[in-house]
């Protein structure tokens, strides 16, 4: 059973960094394309940043300059590094593979910035 594993999240303080990893397990087929999103209290999902089977990235212009979207092909994992963190991006953030044309989530991760 494919699943996406997500570690990284946590609580830090105005200015901080986290780093998030999306793992995928249980296939021997790569993640295609992937990408972040989160979801506030009261609010809708919404997307943080994309990135292609070919590394190309997209970003919400709420995190531009920020975060940084990666991937590990060989460990089949994405990664979203968060800087300059603000009580703003507090959320619960889940990640989203595509492996071979279907569509999973993550169970999201936890994400509190604290000013």
């Known amino acids: 059973q494919v699943q996406l594993v997500e570690s990284g999240g946590g609580s830090v303080q105005a200015g901080g960094s986290l780093r998030l990893s999306c793992a995928a397990s249980?296939?021997?087929?790569?993640?295609?394309?992937a990408g972040w999103y989160r979801q506030a209290p009261g609010n809708q999902r919404e997307l943080v940043a994309t990135i292609t089977s070919g590394g190309i990235t997209n970003y919400a212009d709420a995190v531009k300059g920020r975060f940084t979207i990666s991937r590990d092909n060989a460990k089949n994992t994405v990664y979203l590094q968060m800087n300059s963190l603000k009580p703003e991006d507090t959320a619960v953030y889940y990640c989203n593979a595509v492996i071979l044309r279907t569509n999973f989530w993550g169970q999201g991760t936890q994400v509190t910035v604290s000013s």
């Open positions: 249980g296939t021997i087929f790569s993640i295609n394309a």
